[in-house]
């Protein structure tokens, strides 16, 4: 089943809610799952996307912090709890799902942060993920950039 751009935009605001949820009460994301699906409307939703990103992410946590440290200028214990969790989602993105385009990993992790986020945020979230797109998909970022300067 093949899901629209508004559908797996719905999967990945609940899935960045239901991570910051676990990020600071440390709840089973299982429960917060549940909870999300019960409460939510998930018709017009990519829900098997949803539980890929709340299975996945905690899997990968490690790495996906691990560069998201390499990209910021202090612990990432520091961040803002839903800068972190929209950092998370698009760092799983970018390591694990070469399919999705880095550039949608970041307007939609942008679009997350202006809407969630603090006033600012979305620019700290641009600045760290399109640095840390360079590193994870650099050919992907050239070809972009040779594309958009007319070679």
Known sequence: MKFSAHERARARRYAMQALYQWD????????????????????????????????????????????????????????DPVERAILRLALYELLIRPDIPYRVTINEAVNLAKKFGAEQGHTFVNAVLDQASRSIRPEECAATREKAAGR
Do not use: C, V
């Open 24 to 79: 600071l009460s440390g709840m089973d994301l299982l429960e917060i799952r549940s909870q999300f699906l019960e409460a939510e409307d998930f018709t017009r939703t990519d829900e098997s996307y949803f539980n890929e990103l709340l299975r996945d992410i905690p899997k990968n946590i490690e790495s996906i912090d691990k560069n998201i440290s390499k990209n910021i200028d202090r612990p990432i214990g520091q961040l």
